[in-house]
């Protein structure tokens, strides 16, 4: 009756290691999924970055080429304007230097 009892016990006691193990092996497949999850969230939020970055850098550039093109005409309406004063006061020094004389 001993034996049987002691029998009973050690096929408990592999029958529990066995359930033991194998709710390790379930806790370490779930770390492993759950690794998994993250570092795909990681990949795709870097991607989703990138994107935003990109388009950022984009719409930045849009905007200075708008502002570049902005001044590159009102430095050309400058130097024309420039181009204007400088006739009427070429013009008005001659018309001055003929009246003298």
Request: charged share 30%.
């Amino acid at each position: 009756m001993l034996s049987d009892t002691v029998g009973i016990s050690e096929t408990a006691s592999t029958s529990d290691i066995a359930t033991h193990d194998m709710s390790n092996m379930v806790d370490v497949q779930a770390i492993v999924t759950a690794m998994a999850d993250m570092e795909a969230q990681r990949k795709e939020q870097e991607q989703q970055f990138a994107v935003r970055m990109q388009d950022i850098l984009e719409k930045t550039t849009e905007s200075l080429e708008t502002e570049l093109k902005q001044v590159k005409q009102y430095n050309k309406e400058l130097m024309e304007s420039n181009i204007r004063i400088e006739a009427h006061l070429t013009k008005r020094w001659w018309q001055k230097l003929f009246d003298r004389e």
